[in-house]
């Protein structure tokens, strides 16, 4: 039985779908088909009930997803075991956050890319939330405050935030000094988040309310530096605006928590080699470019 078949009948199963298998794999829908027509043939079986949506497991394709799962894991780890040091070869499909991904996360992927030539590396930007299983992803970098999931996540680096106002928005409504003042402001938000914050040793969360939303850090900042409304992010966005004086720092005596950023990845038995070096560049990185976060500490 071919391990191609294999993996690709398990990445079928894992994305519920032949064309998310397909980017996944990064091949043609029908190279994906052909390949579990064979393996279905050659079982004798069908594995795979086909319908509008995508595909749903059969009982014996439930049964026969992790004995292949199993093997091709088994395979992937061998390859990997007898490749040269440092040889990474195929393909790596990435998920990365639009803000400050293409400045902060793009030259470390440019970089691997640089340093293993066999290896494909397609990478997708966008703040929305993405099914990494569904959608075929690799891994994704993420940043922020993980929520409960059955993925795995490795944290790189830290991610430091503060509130933050333009003068005219403080000379106008005022600056808030407690949590609780908050719900008298106007919010800058990605959705309908809660924000935490620190009171000494305690996290107290807030729920902000606003009229502007948006699904990206800059276009926030740049909202909060036209006196729009409050915003909580990142020091690496708005850094070069309070440093100019665009923005002010408030609620100082409550800073949100630390965040991070994070290589995360669907479940499986061990990390890909192409993920694990990935996730080592990035913890350098975060070691080696703290000024490129807006850190200063």
């Not at 990064?26 to 579990?36: C, D, P």
């Not at 004995?67 to 395979?75: D, G």
């Not at 902060?104 to 066999?118: E, G, I, K, R, S």
């Not at 609780?180 to 620190?198: F, I, N, P, V």
Request: net charge neutral; glycine share 8%; charged share 20%.
């Amino acid at each position: 039985m071919d391990i191609e078949d294999l993996q690709t009948f398990v990445a079928v199963a894992d994305a519920r779908g032949v064309s998310a298998a397909a980017r996944r794999l990064g091949v043609s829908k029908s190279i994906v088909s052909r390949r579990l027509f064979r393996i279905e043939a050659e079982l004798g079986v069908q594995l795979l009930a086909r319908t509008t949506r995508g595909a749903a497991l059969t009982e014996a394709g439930i049964t026969f997803r992790d004995h292949a799962a199993r093997a091709s894991a088994e395979i992937d780890l061998a390859r990997e075991t007898i490749l040269p040091a440092g040889d990474l070869r195929g393909r790596l499909r990435i998920a990365v956050p639009l803000s400050f991904g293409p400045t902060h996360f793009a030259p470390v992927l440019a970089d691997m890319a640089h340093q293993h030539p066999l290896l494909q590396i397609h990478t997708s930007y966008s703040d929305r939330f993405v099914d990494l299983i569904t959608e075929g992803f690799d891994c994704a970098i993420r940043v922020g405050y993980l929520q409960d999931s059955n993925l795995i996540a490795r944290r790189v680096g830290p991610i430091y935030g503060k509130l933050v106002a333009s003068p005219d928005y403080i000379r106008v409504h005022g600056s808030p000094e407690t949590p609780d003042e908050l719900a008298a402001h106007q919010s800058l938000m990605q959705g309908t988040e809660a924000w935490q914050l620190m009171d000494g040793n305690k996290i107290v969360t807030v729920q902000p309310q606003g009229r502007f939303k948006a699904d990206n850090a800059t276009a926030l900042a740049a909202a909060a530096a036209a006196g729009i409304g409050i915003a909580w992010l990142p020091d690496c966005i708005t850094y070069d605006y309070v440093t100019s004086g665009a923005l002010v720092p408030i609620m100082t005596r409550y800073p949100p928590p630390p965040a991070g950023a994070y290589v995360i990845r669907p479940p499986g038995q061990h990390p890909a080699r192409k993920i694990r070096i990935l996730t080592e560049m990035l913890v350098e990185h975060f070691e080696r470019n703290p000024h490129l976060w807006g850190i200063d500490r």
